[in-house]
């Protein structure tokens, strides 16, 4: 049973008058842990307001899938007051890490204490304060390491394909032009025409100039391979199929091949089919080169984006153009946008540079357009539109309103999902609120959205939403934003 000695261990308890100290160690139920027991589980609905008179309690909460300790309970200690408050459900795991004795005091008594004494309720919400602060910040370092850790699997996803095209070309473009030196010097010891030459290395030139510019309608290929196909076997090359491709590539067809070759119809040796190989390794190695390049630049925008996405070379507060903030979120996204998400973007290209925190405002991005894509399961339209706003129309003209602390931006992000449950929709920017299963959501993602856009950039966010259409609204001041 509760002793009044064991209350008046703890400094909320001393708050109280004798007579209502007896009145909770009367009204108390006691509860026996054993070390691995848990006492209330994430999601489930809470119990009453507990008091921990010996033992340890471990606090635990599920991110990302993962049980993640996040504090602890040693006796004399209290809890369970938060979710009597708000009757929301518990949103961490409570297990023994010892044997434990705990007293519960039910929610209705517990709040008549709260009502009837000042300074008990003061202490109560004191210690709310500081535990929902704690849980939060914890909470919001694993949502910040969580997106980034979404972000690094994205970019390293989005970096394996160029990358594997870098390595390939290089490993490939060795031996071939090893094997071109060779023809080189094989050709050179024989009793060449200046002017045959001249003209393989002519079909040569065009042919890279048309690799290089990219230019190649794929159905005209097609019927170039077969063309060669046939041709290169009547002239008797072996394994001709690996030369259509290239050539083809270079825009060589038959009739340009057969007057440079005539000459070499009856020779036994090498030479024989030796300049068709030489002409057709060279628009290989070309082809190489320009895969190697466009992998290259695609790491370059990619890691570019990244630069700019956590704007890492430059101060905290700067001029900030948000359409490149959106569009470095969409190409660090794309591999999740590509299974099936078409973007539309309507953007108003002449909106100023808006005086903001780069880094956090793209984190309102990286929230809102996931959120979007997870809505949609991966295939749907995501709608993104920019646009001005005046807030003092009726000034045209006037210095008033040329000054740019009257002028706002406006973002939307319109996704085609399920659409948010209405009666939710005002809930969904509450601190750790979530729809999703536990563990799958702290419920701090659109709250911190929220803190960005109306504490730090002293804007607003709106959501509107019905099955086939959830748009999300962010206002944003041109040149205020708060220290």
Known sequence: MLCVQELLKLELFQKLERDRLDWVCDRATQLELARGDTLVKEGNAHKGFLILTAGSIGVTRFSEGVEMPIGHHHAPSFFGEIQIMTGDLVPVTLRALSDCQVHEITPEDFLQLVHECRDFEKTVFQTIQKRVQGLQSFIQNREKMAALGTLAAGLAHELNNPAAAV?????????????????????????????????WL??????????????????????????????????????????????????????LLEPLVECWRDDPTELRDMGLRWLALSFEVMMMIQSGLRGAERVSALVQSMKSYSHLDRGAKQQVDVHQGIEDTLQLLSHKLKQGVTVKRSYDRNLPKILAFGSELNQVWTNLIDNSIQAMAGKGNLEIITAGKDDQPNLKNTAAHNDMASQRII????????????????????????????????????????????NRHRGSITVESAPGKTCFTICLPVNICKI
């Open 167 to 199: 390595v390939r070309s290089l490993k490939d473009v060795t031996p071939a032009i090893l094997e071109l030196q060779r023809m080189n010097l094989v050709y050179g010891q024989r009793n060449v025409d200046e002017e045959h030459t001249a003209q």
């Open 202 to 255: 002519k079909l040569r030139d065009e042919g890279y100039k048309f690799i290089a510019d990219n230019n190649s309608d794929p159905l005209a290929m097609m019927d170039r391979e077969d063309a060669l196909q046939d041709w290169l076997e009547n002239y008797g090359v072996a394994e001709a199929w690996k030369l259509t491709t290239p050539l083809a590539a270079g825009k060589i067809e038959p009739q």
């Open 411 to 454: 973002v939307k992000i319109i996704d085609s999902g399920t659409g948010i449950n209405p009666a939710i929709q005002s809930r969904i920017f509450e601190p750790f609120f979530t729809t999703k299963p536990v563990g799958e959501g702290s419920g701090l993602g659109l709250d911190n959205v929220r803190r960005i856009v109306e």
